[in-house]
């Protein structure tokens, strides 16, 4: 019974990332859309940084949701 509690604790703790990269990937487009709008011309540049940015940290998200499953499924 103990083991079962423990195992829910661990993994919402294991979720708390989320709120991390929530933050994040909501930073990275907005800093992306507010640099498009002071210079359109740089749109080409900065785009395919902005997508990395958001890939990079969207990984991070994948990996906290697979501890989280590893840890409630075995």
Do not use: D, W
Request: proline letters at 3%; charged letters at 10%.
């Amino acid at each position: 019974m103990e083991a079962e509690a423990a195992k829910y604790i661990g993994a919402g703790l294991a979720v708390f990332a989320l709120f991390g990269v929530g933050l994040g990937i909501g930073n990275i487009f907005s800093t992306l859309i507010a640099s498009v709008a002071r210079n359109p011309a740089a749109r080409a540049q900065v785009f395919p940084i902005g997508i990395l940015g958001f890939a990079l940290t969207e990984a991070v998200a994948l990996f906290a949701l697979v501890i989280a499953f590893l840890i409630l499924f075995t």
